[in-house]
T-cell receptor, first 114, second 111 residues
Framework: SAVISQKPSRDICQRGTSLTIQCQVDSQVTMMFWYRQQPGQSLTLIATANQGSEATYESGFVIDKFPISRPNLTFSTLTVSNMSPEDSSIYLC???????????FGPGTRLTVT | QKEVEQNSGPLSVPEGAIASLNCTYSDRGSQSFFWYRQYSGKSPELIMFIYSNGDKEDGRFTAQLNKASQYVSLLIRDSQPSDSATYLCAVHVAGANNLFFGTGTRLTVIP
């Protein structure tokens, strides 16, 4: 499976500011995904990011709030814009496996908004 | 709507027992099924996947799939305290790019 890293691992941010989370993979992958996981909850898909095309957002998530970049096949960023305390969560990136639709997750970014 | 249902638990089993985790799904177009383990404070880790009806064994883990009943389960034999975690069921539906996750079952193995 791919080795995935995320930066930062955690951050505490002030209301109204923005944070960009980076996701780096050690091999080229077509599909990358961004999830949010609030404490004690399951995973909520924010968007799917393909290299060379606009990200596809799930219901309830919009590009203005969660802009995503996917400049190449090993890297993606998710920005959480104009943050509020409700954005406090763990943000996870994942990549699709080579052949069977499985996904592998990065270590996550724990965001606290004060 | 593609629903994946799991009992939230917590499920408690004594050390050495068999833990049985269950998952049902609503979309008959579901083709691939995955079990993830998530330790507290960590990200999900893929432990098993199954595509065909029947059982698939990997060490102490057995995944069972029954497409007619839209049911997939994970059995953990000889449960260890280190198996204590939340187990997430995920489903891939034909034509979709992403997986659909259940809410997870929290398992506690009591020494």
């Amino acid at each position: 499976s791919a080795v995935i890293s995320q930066k930062p691992s955690r951050d505490i941010c002030q209301r109204g500011t923005s944070l960009t989370i980076q996701c780096q993979v050690d091999s080229q992958v077509t599909m990358m995904f961004w999830y949010r996981q609030q404490p004690g909850q399951s995973l909520t898909l924010i968007a799917t990011a393909n290299q060379g095309s606009e990200a596809t957002y799930e219901s309830g998530f919009v590009i203005d709030k969660f802009p995503i970049s996917r400049p190449n096949l090993t890297f993606s960023t998710l920005t959480v814009s104009n943050m509020s305390p409700e954005d406090s969560s763990i943000y996870l990136c994942s990549v699709e496996g080579s052949s069977t639709y499985e996904q592998y997750f990065g270590p996550g970014t724990r965001l606290t908004v004060t | 709507q593609k629903e994946v249902e799991q009992n939230s638990g917590p499920l408690s089993v004594p050390e050495g027992a068999i833990a049985s985790l269950n998952c049902t799904y609503s979309d008959r177009g579901s083709q691939s099924f995955f079990w993830y383990r998530q330790y507290s404070g960590k990200s999900p880790e893929l432990i098993m996947f199954i595509y065909s009806n029947g059982d698939k064994e990997d060490g102490r883990f057995t995944a069972q799939l029954n497409k007619a009943s839209q049911y997939v389960s994970l059995l953990i034999r000889d449960s260890q305290p280190s198996d204590s975690a939340t187990y997430l069921c995920a489903v891939h539906v034909a034509g979709a790019n992403n997986l659909f996750f259940g809410t997870g079952t929290r398992l506690t193995v009591i020494p």
